[in-house]
C-alpha cells in the first residue's frame, strides 16, 4: 500500500474552501483506488470520498455530498480534495489511502488497514 504526505488544511470560519493534497513520492497512482478519509479525536478513521483508478468513478459520504470534490493527478502522484461550504463537523485531520485490493469506490471508503501519512489538519471554526 502507498503512503502519502498531506498537505493544505488550516483554519476557516464556518463557509469557507480549502484545497486539500496528498502526494505519494514512491509509486505512481496508476490503477490505484484512492480515497480520503478523516479522524477526529477518539473515533476511528471514516471515509471521505473515494475515486476509481480505473474509470474516474467517485463517492462521497452523504453529508459532504455537493461540497466537496474529489479529483487525482496521476502524472503528479496527487489526489486532491476540494472542500467548499466547510462546517464545524469537518474540523478533524484529513489522510489519504490508496490500494489496488478494492475497486469498488463505495467499498473503498469504508476499507480499513491503509498506511497513514501524517494527516493534515482541517479547523472550522463557527
Known amino acids: 500500500q502507498l503512503q502519502f504526505v498531506e498537505s493544505g488544511g488550516g483554519l476557516v470560519h464556518t463557509g469557507g474552501s480549502l484545497r486539500l493534497s496528498c502526494y505519494t513520492p514512491?509509486?505512481?497512482?496508476?490503477?490505484?483506488?484512492v480515497g480520503w478519509f478523516r479522524q477526529t479525536p477518539g473515533k476511528g478513521h471514516e471515509g471521505v470520498s473515494c475515486m476509481s483508478g480505473t474509470d474516474d468513478s467517485t463517492y462521497y459520504q452523504d453529508s459532504v455530498k455537493g461540497r466537496f470534490t474529489i479529483s487525482r493527478d496521476n502524472a503528479k502522484n496527487t489526489v486532491y480534495l476540494q472542500m467548499n461550504s466547510l462546517k464545524p463537523e469537518g474540523t478533524a485531520v484529513y489522510y489519504c489511502g490508496a490500494t489496488k485490493l478494492v475497486t469498488d469506490v463505495q467499498q473503498m471508503c469504508v476499507a480499513s488497514g491503509f498506511s497513514w501519512g501524517p494527516g493534515t489538519q482541517v479547523t472550522v471554526s463557527p
Open positions: 514512491t509509486y505512481s497512482l496508476d490503477g490505484y483506488t
